[in-house]
């Protein structure tokens, strides 16, 4: 039953061979039997999925119809506020903290009647690449334990490989939901910026936080999307337009034609600073594009080299002013509330103790940044790269439909091999960053597997056009098939 | 420091010229808070008027009120400014409890309103006021420090916030510097805070109370002598009154003349001005001050207010309050000088309102102008504050009128409706006040006059009319005052013929 697909288990549930509660149980068993060695869970919600998979079981029992994803289950990531259930974002500042209100996703969620089964674990603020700066301890990967799920959204990830779950929610400011699918040999989808609504995500980076859908295949993958995206009025950046049929153009690429899809390899991404395994993987499925009627042709962005240092300054920039907020004050934690400190020394001391040494790292430097005398040199100067990457890319799909490139440019490292050099640990988004700069959609899909650990091959569309994207993923999917991770 | 005395204000406008500027903050009157559907209500329990978004909750997004964004467009139409077709919000960073985000979502260097100007009328003649911006941000808590010497968040033993004022709309209008007034500038700034105040009661997009906070004033000043460059601001916060606009800019002035005198040097701050001494105190410094790292809101679009749109608002401006007033003076057929004291009296609408009730011009402007101009002056309260309403004032006139009261017994009356003893009729009975009409009374005490003072009642016989005057006071003693003088007169005279 786990090693289902959504797909399947949605349409066995509305046909009433297997009820909701049946298929929440399996995977609670299974979260029960593996999350010790992955820990993908932070908070795993017992009561509230079976109490809410009876709900669905007897609405599906009086003949309504709540669309293919009733009654499956899914993760969501620790990021997203959920009414009384735990939030913390992977941050000791958050601890015990539960919200008074649903993120718009989340109201999403359970309006299509899926389950959630708890919430997973993330970089703290989804500041990271493999989920090791996590204030809970770390996620292993279900491919080698030894060796990190990717991050920030390694929960989200490692859960759909090790079946605790065949949906999860991610979100993906620079890379945080294409790197740990394509590390962990599952789907990852960042949605066109505004496509998906953010009330509710804990703000990292405002004007690149995109939430989006995460499953072992592409039409999965879809599915959740239909139903997560879509204007949201109480999320002003979100866009009042009709969202793309990703569906279809998934079920479309199934077919295995991209018969007149014009496929755009990015010159300046030509393999330095990949590894030669993701990079074999990554040609040998281009080659395969082109076997299934793509036209596959070289595009020049120039200005995709200075997408790392333009985002590691617009994104410590924002998260310095979201983070402020977490001061002891009105929620969460409060360090130093003993009668012998003031209400300043109360806050300074809060922040110090709730926030790890990544997000310290990221509030200094964006201070620094925004600061009166280098905003210019740096904010500024970001925002004028940001722009220049957007040209870059508004030039490409003038000529083609889809850039590609690998997700990463590693397969999982082991776990600690890059903590003590933040840079080495910021090149595992090299090539997802651009597109986040950008606000387009982008997806990762699995492309085989090197030394035995999965690649991701990420495929980049334009603004609102995700139905593109997804159409080359189930090409692709169509190709490579899915991967399945040893027994754990 | 030895102290000095300070210079006399005429010495310091001989030797100086200052500059102005004002920073005004008006609460808007939006039903709902500026970025989310908490009611902007007054009062209320605290922390009632709250929501995930305007307590900052992780994960909650601002949405733009419209009305607010029209209220300030409207605001920067009357001041003759130019309205951006594209600007953004900005976030201004810094830590404050009652700042539920720690951040304040504002305005910076794109603001809705630009460049306009305000004429205010001082002495019959008008200045022009330039106005450098208006733009839109979301109001505070208000933290309330327990315990510690000063009330302040220093050596407090417990603070306590209340965030119903969190996030409700705050109009910012800033004057562009304002040089060349001389010796007139505190009432030249007093004059400004009340046009705009009128200007903005007028648009009905905020009820522009100081003593509620609704409308909020600091002042900038400097001086510098004849010739050289403007010197060094200083900007005076905590200016809750239109007296203690001019009160704060005169102290100022006196204060920087002193320490320029002195060889010293303006130090730019900002300082707090105490209504009690009407002086001003060193708040934090500027050149030590929070580094606010500025920018565009992300969670926000930016606003892009359709020309069509705001032609449309410019078209339905009503009428603006110095049109407004000239009408009105030519209906109460009042001279420019005339006109003058009532503006500078702050006594347009409180006369105009007691016309509505029924009063005369005439009446309403000598109860308004006189008696209670006076009191407001003595006891250091606005005209409008002082605890008399139009209505009142209608009433006790109607009182007068009707012969109920005499002139002298009315302002009796409304001595104790400015004390708060209720309406006049209500005042008269509490305080037995009443004309003596009774015609028995009152002549049994001109009878009783004239037998008390014979001398006299042989010169009003031999034709002596002027000599009454002593019966009359004699009469008017008896009856305690509530006798009409007109009325003893007459039996006076009708005896004595």
């Known amino acids: ?488 | 420091m030895t102290t000095v005395a300070p210079p006399a204000y005429d010495d310091v406008t001989e030797e100086f010229e200052p500059v102005i500027g004002l920073e005004t903050h008006v609460e808007l009157g939006t039903r709902t808070k500026m970025f989310c559907g908490c009611p902007t209500e007054f009062g209320g329990e605290p922390n009632t008027h709250v929501c995930p978004v305007c307590l900052g909750l992780p994960g909650s997004l601002p949405v733009a009120n419209k009305a607010a964004i029209e209220a300030t467009i409207r605001i920067g139409l009357a001041l003759n400014c130019s309205i951006a077709s594209w600007c953004r919000f900005a976030r201004k960073n810094y830590f404050y409890p009652d700042m539920p985000k720690n951040y304040q979502i504002s305005q910076y260097d794109e603001p809705l309103c630009s460049d306009g100007w305000l004429d205010i009328e001082v002495d019959g003649e008008i200045v022009r006021i330039g106005i450098e911006r208006v733009h839109l941000e979301e109001d505070t808590g208000k933290t309330l420090h327990i315990g510690g010497a000063t009330g302040r968040i220093h050596g407090a033993s417990e603070s306590l916030v209340d965030y119903n004022r969190a996030g409700i709309p705050l109009v910012e209008i800033v004057t562009k510097p304002v040089p060349g007034t001389g010796a007139r500038a505190p009432q030249i700034a007093r004059a400004y805070v009340t046009e705009l105040r009128d200007v903005i009661r007028s648009l009905g997009v905020s009820d522009v109370r100081m003593e509620q906070g609704s409308l909020r004033c600091d002042v900038n000043t400097s001086l510098n002598r004849p010739g050289d460059d403007w010197g060094t601001r200083t900007e005076t916060k905590n200016v809750n009154s239109l007296r203690s606009v001019e009160r704060a800019v005169r102290s100022e002035m006196i204060r920087q003349a002193g320490v320029l005198r002195s060889g010293g040097r303006i130090i730019q701050e900002t300082r707090h001005f105490h209504e009690d001494t009407g002086e001003t105190t060193s708040g934090r410094s500027k050149e030590e001050a929070t580094d606010y790292r500025y920018f565009p809101e992300p969670d926000l679009a930016p606003l892009a207010p359709d020309a069509a749109w705001v032609a449309e608002l410019k078209a339905a401006l009503p009428e603006l309050p110095r049109v407004h007033r000239q009408r009105l003076q030519t209906a109460w057929g009042l001279s420019d000088l005339d006109m003058q004291s009532v503006v500078n009296a702050g006594a347009v609408e409180l006369i105009e309102t007691t016309i509505a009730e029924g009063a005369s011009p005439e009446a309403a402007r000598k109860w308004w102008l006189g008696e209670l101009s006076r009191k407001a002056n003595e006891t250091g309260v606005e005209l409008a504050a002082i605890g008399a309403s139009p209505r009142q004032v209608a009433e006790l006139q109607k009182l007068v009128d009707g012969g109920k009261l005499t002139d002298k017994l009315a302002r009796q009356v409304l001595e104790g409706v400015v004390a708060g003893e209720g309406d006049p009729a209500a005042v008269m009975q509490a305080r037995g006040i009443e004309v003596v009409s009774d015609s028995g009374a009152l002549a049994a005490a001109v009878d009783e006059a004239i037998a008390a003072n014979p001398e006299i009642a042989e010169k009003i016989r031999g034709g002596n009319q002027g000599a009454a005057g002593v019966l009359i006071g004699a009469v008017m003693k008896a009856t305690k005052g509530q006798a009409d003088a007109k009325t003893v007169r007459e039996l006076v005279l009708s005896k004595l013929s």
């Open chain 1, 1 to 488: 039953m786990i090693k289902k697909t959504a797909a399947e288990l949605g349409a066995l549930i509305a046909s009433r061979e297997v009820s909701s509660e049946e298929v929440t149980r399996a995977h609670l068993d299974r979260i029960a039997e593996v999350d010790g060695k992955v820990r993908a869970f932070l908070h795993v919600d017992e009561a509230g999925a079976l109490a809410a998979a009876r709900a669905v079981d007897e609405r599906i029992k009086n003949g309504e119809n709540l669309g293919p994803l009733a009654g499956v289950p899914i993760a969501v990531k620790d990021v997203l506020a959920t009414e009384g259930v735990p939030t913390t974002a992977g941050s000791k500042i958050l601890e015990g903290w539960k919200p008074p209100y649903d993120a718009t996703l989340v109201q999403r969620l359970r309006a299509a009647g899926t389950v959630m089964l708890g919430k997973t674990n993330m970089d703290e603020f989804a500041m990271g690449s493999s989920t090791e700066y996590s204030a809970y301890g770390p996620t292993y990967n279900p491919w080698d334990l030894s060796r990190i799920p990717g991050g920030s959204g390694g929960g989200s990830a490692a859960a759909l490989a090790a079946y605790e779950a065949p949906l999860s929610i991610g979100t993906d400011t620079g890379g945080s939901i294409r790197q740990p699918g394509a590390v962990t040999g599952t789907v990852g989808a960042k949605p066109t910026y505004g496509g998906t609504s953010r009330y509710g995500l804990i703000a990292f980076s405002s004007s690149l936080d995109t939430p989006g859908p995460c499953a072992r295949t592409v039409e999965d993958t879809a599915l959740l999307h239909a139903v997560i995206a879509g204007h949201d009025p109480r999320d002003s950046t979100s866009i009042d337009a009709p969202v793309p049929d990703v569906v279809a153009a998934a079920r479309l690429g199934a077919t295995g034609d991209l018969t007149g899809v014009k496929v755009g390899l990015v010159r300046e991404f030509s393999g330095e600073g990949a590894e030669p395994g993701v990079m074999a993987s990554f040609r040998e499925t281009v080659d395969a594009l082109a076997k299934l009627g793509a036209e596959v042709v070289e595009v020049s962005c120039p200005h995709f080299l200075y997408a790392l240092p333009a985002y590691y300054l617009i994104a410590p920039s924002e998260c310095s002013s979201n983070l402020a907020r977490f001061d002891g004050v009105r929620f969460g934690l409060r360090a130093g509330d003993d009668g012998n400190h003031s209400l300043e020394e109360v806050m300074s001391l809060t922040r110090e103790q709730g926030f790890g040494p990544e997000v310290k790292r990221r509030i200094i430097i964006g201070t620094y940044a925004l600061s009166s005398g280098y905003y210019d040199a740096y904010y500024g100067q970001a925002q004028k790269v940001r722009t220049l990457i957007t040209r870059d890319f508004t030039a490409a799909f003038e000529q083609v439909d889809v850039l590609v490139s690998p997700t990463t440019p590693f397969v999982a490292f082991e776990l600690g091999s890059r903590t003590s050099d933040p840079y080495q640990m910021y090149l595992a988004d090299l090539f997802t960053i651009p597109t986040n700069l950008y606000g387009g959609p982008a997806i990762s899909v699995p492309s085989g597997l090197s030394e035995g650990l999965p690649v991701g091959f990420q495929i980049m569309a334009g603004t609102l056009r995700d139905d593109k994207m997804y159409r080359v993923a189930a090409a692709v999917e169509s190709v490579v098939g899915t991967l399945t991770p040893p027994a754990l």
